[in-house]
């Protein structure tokens, strides 16, 4: 499909200044850019049926919808009945454009970000780019590097660099399915609760489950953590094409905004309007790069010990120990291969949901299962097996029957936990079965562990080793 038929979506809450701001931008750059396909503005209600609190006044609701349909009439408004929180609104229009649609992308945007008129003409071209590389998820044009000159941005002009913020972006719907296979889980997580309440210690499960330590809670962070735990890149152009104004919101005041340079970016359509934007294809070794990049990033910014009691909230890390244990709130420590086994009894008997976590710092290869499938289980029972959240690798158990598994650790997971899971299609004790003193649940006897390492070395841990290190 042509890049000027792609829907936009923008995302609406209790600001209509912004808003306002936003939507002329818009309006320009839509012509300019030939942009023909639909328009639609999700606007969140004011009632939260969560919290019980009203979150925004009607007039400012109705300000923004009144905004929307004076400066694009031909658009759509999707309205909700009651506040539902940034995440979900999102999730909404993600669904609108990719399961009603179908579209094989969307551009998308929030209430804070002023583009430039050829704003819709770079981002035809980092489309383009994203035809070419698979590997990219998302791509944006308001920056990789918002402190860069004119003259810098110029000379970089055919250059895609990694995004950081999620503002104003569009996605592809190929990198959303593959998206929500992980995030579905954070959503499920989300719902029933005000979003500004989101329950800090499930989140961090979940972030474990894929290999990650406690990040912030945050749904963009939460879908950028996934989109990088998949091995896939989110761009942006060098060249500043718009102008992020949110100077006062959720996550910025005056003064960080001042601090951090948003009212200072320089757009280059101001020095040069009428760039082609062809931009030089991304291989996967540059994609690489940006993964690893973005993946740093987050590791830095995870929430520490630090985090809790700067904010006074030494509650919600008491949560998260007795959830995932003290070590998630430190600072990642190199450590042996193997740092701790869960759902797996003294004896090496496994409960059939249980999981290994190999540490960050172990440059791993593959890792090997050794195990006895339990005698009570019956014949065709299926173990499958997740790798940071993602499947990897599926196997028959027959009763009492010795079986093995081998999982290859990509380097797309280099500097996160991996998290081997294994699920047992059923879930019953032996008791089931007939009369046995041993009621507990079983999955399989752990025999043994192997871990190949890249540079050839092998470990092998035999099932008390591994159990001993939980």
């Not at 970016?265 to 973005?294: M, S």
Request: hydrophobic share 45%; net charge negative.
């Amino acid at each position: 499909m042509e890049f000027q038929r792609l829907p936009v979506c923008i995302f609406s809450f209790n600001r209509p200044d912004y808003l306002r701001a936003t939507l002329e931008a818009l309006r320009v750059a839509l012509d300019a850019g030939g942009m023909i396909g639909p328009v639609a503005l999700f606007q969140d209600g004011a009632w939260n049926p969560h919290s019980r609190q009203t979150k925004a006044t009607p007039q400012a609701i109705a300000a923004c919808i009144a905004q929307f349909q004076r400066l694009l009439p031909h658009g759509q408004v999707i309205e909700s009945s009651v506040n539902l929180g940034i995440a979900e609104n999102i999730a909404r229009g993600e669904a609108w454009a990719f399961e009603g649609g179908r579209y094989p992308a969307a551009l998308f945007f929030e209430d804070d970000m002023v583009v430039a008129p050829g704003y819709f003409r770079a981002m035809a071209g980092l489309y383009a780019l994203a035809q070419a590389q698979p590997r990219i998820a998302m791509f944006a044009a308001y920056g990789a590097d918002g402190r860069a000159s004119a003259a810098e941005q110029f000379a970089a002009r055919r250059h895609a660099g990694p995004m950081h913020h999620n503002w104003a972006f569009g996605l592809t719907r190929t990198a959303w399915v593959q998206r929500e296979a992980l995030t579905r889980d954070y959503m499920d997580i989300l719902s029933g609760h005000d979003y500004r309440d989101r329950p800090l210690d499930r989140i961090a499960a979940w972030y474990g489950r894929m290999g990650w330590p406690p990040l912030p809670t945050t749904q963009d962070i939460a879908k950028s953590a996934a989109l990088n735990t998949l091995g896939l890149a989110r761009v942006a152009s060098v060249a500043a094409c718009a102008r992020y104004i949110g100077a006062t919101g959720t996550h910025y005041n005056p003064d960080e905004f001042a601090r951090l340079g948003f009212a200072d970016v320089v757009l280059i359509e101001d020095t040069h309007p009428d760039l082609d934007w062809q931009f030089d294809v991304l291989d996967d070794a540059a994609i690489d790069a940006i993964v690893a990049r973005q993946r740093a990033d987050m590791l830095a910014v995870r929430l520490g010990a630090d985090s809790f009691i700067g904010s006074t909230a030494l509650i919600e890390a008491l949560r998260v120990i007795r959830h995932l244990g003290p070590a998630a709130l430190l600072p990642p420590q190199a450590a042996a291969p193997l740092t701790s086994a869960a759902g797996f009894y003294p004896d090496c008997w496994s409960h059939p949901h249980s999981s290994l976590v190999l540490s960050a710092a172990a440059d791993l290869r593959e890792a090997a299962l050794e195990a006895i499938a339990a005698q009570h289980l019956p014949s065709g029972t299926r173990l499958d097996l997740l790798l940071n959240g993602q499947p990897a690798g599926s196997v028959q158990l027959e009763p009492g029957e010795t079986f093995s598994v081998t999982l290859l650790l990509p380097r797309s997971l280099d500097g996160l936990e991996k998290v081997i899971t294994a699920r047992c299609s059923v879930n019953t004790d032996p008791f089931t079965a007939g009369f046995n003193a041993d009621r507990r649940p079983l999955g399989f006897l752990l025999l043994r562990l192997t871990l190949l390492a890249r540079d050839g070395g092998r470990t092998v841990l035999e099932g008390r080793d591994v159990i001993g290190s939980a």
